[in-house]
């Protein structure tokens, strides 16, 4: 199976050639707002906006009229309007915001070189690797066992230390997870991510990211901050305290992208069925502020639930989830989260008072079931899941193949409609001694014993 694939490693620069670097990203900057500018005037003055091929013949002139734009590869600066064209389609699709300006202390520094003829690599030893790239020569970054198997273009960027570079192509791929392997995967706040069962080589169904660290490096970005706020901007110390901002940031990155890469392999490799919540985290983070007229309530226990939950980077993990079932497994299903904490995986009995929302634990009413209350809400929506399969495909033993010989089921990488638009809690909560019939809709109450996902 030949799939999409991406690597990104260390780029090693020597001094002498990062003024090069730092000016071609200056160039890529410059022509995507001055590209940017020129179509919100044609906008502004005939009501339409320009296309890409009408903004390549005039890369000519601005050349001409900016002889520096020469110094750089001048497909790199093709690629530039590519890019802003691709965001103006996706602006209008409704699947991105408006393309702004970028700015030099701000927007990601980066230069694209989007032809692999233009450039080459090869590997020098076990460590290092070479890239020869236009205008630059050769350079050495690490070598990496995952590199695509067919490279078509490169990125070079600055996360405002190191260099990096990134080749995209693509990959020949064998299915390797077991399509009768199915996992429900629960997401919280102190639990990072329970699972139904086990995963392997870890024989561990709680997952926890390392908060405590992310935390200290947000404490000292604060205090970094703090200090910047008295300096004037864009001065010696003000660039040298943003540099070091910059590295915090990207330590929590790493921290985070490591748990969820490193997670989401050895599931998607392992399990062919993967069932997940079916969360609107941008809606779960909304400011509980209010306006003047209607001001807020528990704004500040709000605001720190909010920096809870951006601080798991649940859409970041099912991201790569998304990409990593499609290339190792059958299919990931997003399941309604309703009820997913309160119903007893054992005898099906949903009630409020299975669980104390102060404690991890899960104590059914009725039969007296315990377990942890993740493990328990991960179950559930396995459980949910296969029997919305089986109902759909006839049976289990059917739905692996049905799967692979239909694209449009096999991956659902958007939302589906189940969170489009919450419902309000019901009033006709089951109650003991009251069999649920497992389809109510109501309040989902959370599943990490932290009410993450109270509406």
Not at 234 to 258: A, D, G, V, Y
Request: glycine fraction near 8%.
């Amino acid at each position: 199976m030949k799939v999409n694939a991406a690597s990104k490693t260390r780029l090693i620069v020597p001094k002498p050639l990062e003024p090069t670097l730092f000016q071609y990203f200056g160039c890529q900057r410059f022509i995507y707002n001055k590209a940017l500018e020129q179509r919100i005037e044609s906008y502004e003055d005939t009501g339409k906006t320009l296309s890409y091929n009408a903004q390549s013949a005039t890369l000519k002139a601005w050349k001409e009229e900016f002889p520096w734009l020469k110094d750089a590869p001048a497909p790199s600066l093709q690629q530039t309007l590519l890019h802003l064209d691709q965001g103006y389609k996706n602006f209008f699709t409704g699947t991105a915001n408006k393309p702004t300006f970028k700015k030099k202390f701000k927007s990601a520094a980066s230069v694209s070189f989007p032809q692999a003829s233009h450039f080459s690599i090869q590997r020098l030893n076990r460590k290092y690797g070479e890239v020869d790239l236009p205008k630059l020569g050769k350079l050495r970054f690490y070598w990496l066992t995952n590199h695509p198997d067919e490279i078509k273009s490169c990125v070079v960027s600055h996360d405002g230390k190191n260099f990096h570079i990134s080749f995209q192509g693509y990959k020949h791929l064998t299915k390797t997870a077991d399509p009768f392997k199915p996992i429900g995967i629960d997401m919280g706040i102190n639990v990072s991510a329970a699972t139904s069962k086990p995963v392997a080589d870890t024989d561990s169904q709680l997952f926890y990211l390392d908060v405590k660290k992310i935390k200290s490096l947000e404490n000292r970005i604060a205090n970094k901050q703090r200090l910047q706020a008295t300096k004037t901007r864009r001065s010696h110390r003000w660039c040298k305290l943003q540099n070091q901002i910059k590295t915090l940031h990207r330590k929590i990155r790493n921290i985070r992208q490591e748990f969820a890469h490193q997670l989401t392999a050895k599931i998607a490799k392992n399990h062919g069925l993967v069932f997940v919540e079916d969360l609107d985290v941008k809606h779960m983070m909304e400011s509980a502020s209010g306006t003047k007229e209607n001001p807020g309530t528990d704004v500040a226990k709000k605001s720190g639930l909010n920096r809870a939950i951006g601080r798991q980077g649940w859409g970041g993990f099912r991201t790569f989830l998304i990409y990593k079932v499609g290339w190792y497994g059958d299919g990931i299903f997003p399941q309604n989260p309703a009820y997913s904490s309160q119903k007893c995986s054992r005898c099906k009995y949903v009630s409020e008072e299975n669980r104390d929302t102060g404690t991890i634990g899960f104590h059914c009413q009725r039969c007296g079931f315990v377990a942890h209350a993740d493990v328990n809400a991960a179950t559930n929506l396995e459980e949910d899941g296969l029997a919305s399969l089986v109902a759909k495909y006839g049976s289990i033993t059917t739905t692996p193949s049905a799967l692979r010989n239909s694209d449009k089921t096999r991956i659902l990488g958007k939302r589906s409609s189940l969170g489009a638009s919450r419902r309000k809690p019901s009033s006709n909560l089951p109650t003991r001694g009251q069999a649920s019939n497992g389809n109510k809709a109501g309040k989902n109450s959370g599943s990490s014993g932290d009410s993450t996902k109270n509406e």
